[in-house]
């Protein structure tokens, strides 16, 4: 499953990484993944949901269109689904200097049947 999230991510931005950005990146406009959390099924503890964070990180602002391409992007996965509700945008700076980076994370979900 990563692997197929990390290329369809890359049809978006060459610059994809998982877990953490590379802090040397000299461009601040990418795309990280990763696994969330594990939802193990109160009902018989074989099925289970499993969260993705996809955070896109961009210097000053991320352009409007790019939110819903990462969704349309991600929920074309069979299965993936985007969590329901807010998803935050958080602002930092890019390191040693005053140009603003733009992150919004957002957040899927895709249940798994079985072990």
């Known amino acids: ?8 991510l890359k049809g978006l ?7 953490l950005a590379k802090v040397d990146v000299e461009e601040w406009n990418y795309i990280v ?20 964070f996809v955070a896109i990180v961009n210097e000053e602002y991320i352009p409007e269109e790019t939110a819903a391409s ?17 998803h ?12 603003t980076v733009e992150v919004l994370e957002l957040e899927f979900y895709r249940a798994k049947r079985g072990r």
């Open 33 to 52: 993944f990763g696994r969330k959390s594990h939802n193990v099924s109160e009902k018989n503890n074989r099925d289970a949901v499993e969260y993705y």
């Open 1 to 8: 499953m990563l692997n197929e999230i990390k290329e369809k």
């Open 70 to 86: 990462v969704i349309e992007t991600m929920t074309s996965i069979p299965g993936m689904r985007v969590t329901p509700g807010t």
């Open 88 to 99: 935050d945008y958080n602002y930092a700076k890019k390191g040693g200097t005053d140009m």
């Open 13 to 19: 931005n060459p610059n994809v990484f998982y877990g």
